[in-house]
Nanobody
Framework: VQLVESGGGLVQAGDSLRLSCVASGRTFSRYAMGWFRQAPGKEREIVASLTWSGGSTYYADSVKGRFTISRDNAKNTVYLQMNSLKPEDTAVYYC?????????????????WGQGTQVTVSS
């Protein structure tokens, strides 16, 4: 599976962004998907994830109520809608895929990774 993220950029605190991740190579609907981020000097962390159907989702506490993950299997795309952005959301954001039967809430389960897109939130 090849994953390509887009939609990052430089915004001000309180603004919104929508990240997109397009998958190619294998049947997209066989994979649970997640969004992750890594800030300078910090470990990569999970932001949000969802099952192959989108029926179940998971969010890190730091983004609950502000971010929404969704997917469109017909378009082989997963989205991350980010609202009320804060400077601490600044990071490189990655999308990743894991098999549908894996634990989609665990970063170690993810097999395929995109190259990342930079999100910078100024105060």
């Amino acid at each position: 599976v090849q994953l390509v993220e887009s939609g990052g950029g430089l915004v001000q605190a309180g603004d919104s962004l929508r990240l997109s991740c397009v998958a190619s190579g294998r049947t997209f609907s066989r994979y649970a998907m997640g969004w992750f981020r890594q800030a300078p000097g910090k470990e990569r962390e999970i932001v949000a994830s969802l099952t192959w159907s989108g029926g179940s989702t998971y969010y890190a506490d730091s983004v609950k109520g502000r971010f929404t993950i969704s997917r469109d299997n017909a378009k082989n795309t997963v989205y991350l809608q980010m609202n009320s952005l804060k400077p601490e959301d600044t990071a490189v954001y990655y999308c990743a895929a894991t098999n549908y039967y894996s634990d989609y809430t665990l970063i170690r389960e993810y097999i395929y990774w995109g190259q990342g897109t930079q999100v910078t939130v100024s105060s």
